[in-house]
């Protein structure tokens, strides 16, 4: 599908232009160039080659339309009127070859070409139908070859006397949706002659595509090149952020082409609202739905800086209008959505950035890219991922003597964007078709986007003096899904980790629970051990949330102190000794401390452990087993409480890279949330077993440490000692099955 005429946005911008006397190009003629040797190719033909060489079996730039005619087909009459066409529109019959290795175009003086005719009259109704498809679908997809020609192909299939199908298929290199337009028009004069026995009269073309190639070049070089590029790198010379439009599926990693197709239709009443906007806001209705679409876009991919691709026509010339040709041009629309501006604010600013994005249109895309280098990705194209057009709203767009003539669709279209949004208004109403990729979404997800958009057009309509950001995107099929808001929700609860690693105990006490080098702990020591410390705790006086400061490295020792101060009805801090004593001191401090454990040796007396809490208890860091401890008051506290579901479990500091290290308390029913969702989504067993990599420091060892041994699994933990090297092969020497790692070192 392609944009058959100048939009209205773009027709109201060239009116206003002739009016004052402006133009965006050279009033000089073009010349016409000689034809004793190949020409350069446009920007826009370039692309398109280049494109072709990469993929030479893609249908994503082909055009084709299909029509279904009744009534008495005069076959002469049709095939002349063809070959009138191709002999008078010399982009018809061009070919391409490379000289010194830069692709340029042949003209040909004669290429042949046929109708092709498939007889289908034999068949049922039925059979045709399916036949009809069968062909039409091979048809499409059909690769052309640019160094042969013909770059076009025309078919009848004959359904009955005075039923035919017309298929044509045209590569874009050679033309566009204009062009179609005057193919069209021109078919219709040479076979009303020529069925009523005349000559055709068509006026003379002034000069063909590759006059026009050849000035392109020309033309846009120097001061007039850098005066349009000056508009487009300043709207784009910022990072343009990628469209993150949530997907069903992952994004291919070279885009695909294959599309699918959803349509929609706007009531008269919206329509019609939409008119009146417009009007007051002196825009078209064509900028009033992209500023819509652009809200839409904003809404579902989260962000306020939104890029659309949109159509220009690059017919800027009168000579140039009634040729065949890739003319068009793609004009990049860059939207800044925040601040929360009405509607009405909004739209006045998509209609300065249309009439300026018109008036710098010379700069065709291709050199735009050339030139600003944006970020480049084989799995998306440069600066936009979404593309907004309107097309006209005809039903078919030529007429033949003695035929109804009717437009069809049979195949599926191709997509080269993420989505393309088609609009036509037609009679009083618009009607619209959103192609997407088939390979990023699926149909449901692009039902339920239009069908926002729609919505989104209402409310603009009732109320365009409103916020954008009030306007609801919740229809009236998503209300049913969504939960209600008032509802009380079930919380879910999971088993504590002492809780999970208590229950492995008795069910598996003889499976090694931690291992680190030669040195094992079953599960039922580590619960036993853990106990020990708890009840120490309580003899110490641990209260209820307490706060207990676990200094050690990654250890036997270090589990058991954290199981234990848990059991305890305690709230565990590790502190790593590697970091610095002022460091240590700020989280003990701010975290209000009241009982300190040391894995490993009796703490001698250093700048760390000033202002230390009590120390309560000295643990082995390679058995978990207590080897010393604080006095206990001779009246033993009672035995182990119970846990808290939502009582704190941890604390654990920020880097405080933006400042002063902040506390960030953790619960036992969080953690317990998110372990059971890791052991769910990685399927975690028994039978795994876990490397420890991760730093005391951080909280993502509560992960490393307890996902397995809440899954009956075996955690195995590094010796300090050894290098990156050594740990990764000792990784091997224990059958890891599980790891995690950051990417610097994945």
């Avoid at 133009?23 to 190949?38: A, D, E, K, V």
């Avoid at 487009?232 to 291919?252: A, G």
């Amino acid at each position: 599908m392609s944009s058959q005429v100048r939009t209205d946005a773009q027709q109201r911008w060239l009116q206003q232009r002739l009016k004052n006397g402006a133009q965006t190009s050279s009033s000089t003629p073009i010349p016409t160039q000689p034809r004793h040797s190949p020409l350069p190719l446009s920007f826009a033909q370039q692309r398109l080659w280049f494109l072709a060489q990469l993929e030479p079996e893609s249908s994503a730039y082909f055009m084709s339309s299909t029509f279904h005619l009744r009534g008495a087909l005069r076959l002469p009459a049709l095939e002349g009127s063809l070959q009138l066409l191709v002999q008078r529109h010399e982009a018809l019959r061009t070919t391409f070859v490379v000289e010194r290795d830069v692709p340029m175009q042949v003209m040909q003086s004669e290429l042949p070409w046929s109708l092709s005719m498939i007889d289908l009259q034999q068949l049922t109704a039925a059979e045709q139908s399916q036949e009809v498809d069968r062909i039409l679908n091979e048809e499409a997809h059909q690769p052309f070859v640019l160094t042969l020609g013909p770059l076009f192909r025309f078919m009848i299939l004959n359904l009955g006397a005075e039923e035919h199908i017309f298929r044509l298929t045209l590569h874009h290199i050679i033309s566009d949706g204009w062009s179609m337009s005057v193919f069209f028009r021109e078919l219709t004069t040479a076979y009303t002659a020529l069925v009523a026995e005349q000559s055709p009269l068509l006026p003379a073309l002034p000069i063909q595509y590759a006059d026009y190639a050849v000035w392109q070049r020309e033309y846009l070089q120097g001061a007039q090149l850098e005066r349009q590029l000056a508009y487009w790198r300043e709207q784009l010379q910022q990072p343009v952020p990628t469209l993150s439009l949530p997907t069903d599926y992952p994004r291919p990693v070279i885009q695909t082409f294959r599309g699918a197709m959803v349509h929609c239709t706007l009531p008269p009443s919206v329509t019609e609202g939409l008119k009146v906007i417009s009007q007051q806001a002196q825009c078209t209705l064509f900028m009033t739905l992209l500023a819509a679409f652009q809200i839409l876009l904003q809404r579902l991919a989260g962000q306020d800086d939104v890029c659309v691709g949109i159509p220009s026509a690059g017919r800027t010339r009168q000579e140039i209008e009634p040729i065949m040709g890739f003319f068009i041009n793609t004009l990049v629309i860059r939207a800044n959505l925040a601040d929360k501006p009405t509607f009405k604010e909004l739209l006045d600013q998509v209609r300065r950035k249309c009439l300026d994005a018109y008036t710098h249109q010379d700069v065709p895309f291709e050199k735009l890219v050339e030139v600003l280098q944006p970020a480049r990705d084989l799995n998306r194209p440069p600066f936009f991922q979404v593309f907004f057009n309107m097309i006209p709203g005809k039903t078919s767009p030529f007429t033949l003597p003695g035929l109804t003539v009717t437009s069809i669709s049979k195949e599926t279209p191709d997509s080269k964007f993420d989505l393309t949004v088609y609009l036509n208004e037609d009679k009083e109403q618009l009607n619209g078709a959103m192609v997407y990729n088939a390979a990023l979404f699926r149909a449901e997800r692009i039902e339920a986007l239009v069908a926002q958009y729609q919505q989104l057009l209402e409310h603009i309509v009732a109320s365009p003096d409103q916020s954008i950001q009030r306007y609801s995107l919740v229809t009236a099929e998503s209300s049913g899904i969504l939960p209600d808001a008032n509802q009380s929700l079930d919380i879910p609860r999971f088993d504590s980790v002492p809780a999970r690693i208590r229950a492995w105990a008795m069910r598996t006490p003889d499976h090694v629970a931690v291992r680190r080098g030669s040195m094992a702990l079953r599960y039922d020591d580590l619960l036993s051990r853990s106990e020990a410390c708890a009840r120490a705790l309580r003899q110490q006086g641990l209260g209820q949330g307490d706060v207990i400061a676990i200094r050690g490295a990654r250890s036997i020792g270090l589990i058991t102190a954290m199981v234990g101060g848990w059991l305890a009805g305690g709230v565990v801090m590790p502190l790593d000794p590697k970091l610095p004593d002022f460091r240590q001191t700020l989280m003990r401090q701010s975290s209000r401390a009241t009982f300190f454990i040391e894995i490993g040796n009796h703490p001698t007396q250093d700048p760390s452990t000033e202002d230390l809490p009590p120390l309560c208890l000295v643990i082995d860091p390679s058995t978990g087993v207590i080897t010393s401890s604080s006095p206990v008051p001779d009246e033993e506290k009672g035995g182990l409480p119970s846990i808290a579901e939502e009582g704190p479990a941890y604390v654990f500091f920020t880097s405080g890279t933006t400042g002063v290290p902040k506390g960030i308390l953790g619960s036992h029913q969080a953690l317990a949330h998110f372990l059971a969702w890791q052991r769910e989504t990685f399927a975690i067993s028994p039978q795994d077993r876990v490397a420890h990599f991760t730093s005391v420091s951080f909280d993502a060892m509560l992960r490393d440490l307890f996902l397995p041994l809440t899954s009956g699994a075996t955690v195995c933990l590094p010796l300090e000692e050894a290098n990156g090297i050594e740990q990764f092969t000792g990784m091997a020497a224990e059958q890891i099955t599980v790891v995690h790692l950051v990417p610097s070192i994945a």
